[in-house]
């Protein structure tokens, strides 16, 4: 079992939905949480970070429940500009930090 | 604003060739990282180094090295290389590794024949 499991998708929305992801992760001892978004053959890139108490961006808003040790992204509102891969990230001390990423989830809006 | 810079872009290999993957950053972060990303594996952690002077193998270090240079640098060593480690390699670095972002390079996407 991977340590950060996403849906892989495709999610298929038309232009204006709402969509959420989720993501689970295994080993307790993480310690920080992220979403990522990663366009088709570019490097990934910081989209939130994920608080405890749960954070809003514009259009995206991230929560985290550590008990269940899942993480949702959701998105409102779609544009065709947010058609990517949205990685679930999670960080760990294990000696050290270190960044364990989920295979992503494909997100394709449609005009 | 470079941020993370990896070279080369593109490369063909044939089996059995050598080649080091550079890295540098600007950002005077501690913590660098080396990435593969293959479909449906997402990005899978080779090395990553805490710090200047340290190494450490992540999940997937088999076939490779690394060498912190100095804190802006940290290269990635294909000693021997083979078609499985045909993928996409990904440098990474961050302040310290903790609550705080990782930046990325901008890729290399290596091809073993």
């Known amino acids: 079992r991977k340590e950060v499991e996403q849906d892989p998708g495709p999610f298929n929305v038309p232009e204006g939905a709402t969509v959420a992801f989720n993501c689970t992760y295994s080993n307790s001892a993480s310690q920080s949480f992220f979403w990522y978004r990663q366009d088709c053959r570019k490097e990934p890139k910081l989209l939130m970070s994920?608080?405890?108490s749960g954070n809003e961006d514009g259009r995206f808003t991230a929560q985290l429940n550590r008990a269940s040790q899942y993480i949702s992204l959701l998105i409102r509102d779609s544009k065709l500009s947010d058609s990517a891969t949205y990685l679930c990230v999670v960080n760990r001390i294990s000696g050290t930090y270190k960044y364990i990423f989920g295979t992503g989830t494909r997100l394709k809006v449609l005009a | 604003n470079a941020g993370v810079t990896q070279t080369p872009k593109f490369q063909v290999l044939k089996t059995g060739q050598s080649m080091t993957l550079q890295c540098a950053q600007d950002?005077?972060?501690?913590?660098m990282y080396w990435y593969r990303q293959d479909p449906g594996m997402g990005l899978r952690l080779i090395y990553y180094?805490?710090?200047?002077?340290?190494?450490d193998k992540g999940e997937v270090p088999n076939g490779y090295n690394v060498s912190r240079l100095n804190k802006r640098e940290f290269s990635l060593r294909l000693e021997s290389a083979a078609p499985s480690q045909t993928s996409v390699y990904f440098c990474a670095s961050s302040i310290t590794g903790s609550a705080d972002e990782a930046f990325f390079g901008q890729g290399t996407r290596l091809t073993v024949v």
């Open positions: 994920v608080y405890s």
């Open positions: 950002m005077n972060h501690n913590s």
């Open positions: 180094s805490a710090s200047e002077g340290t190494t």
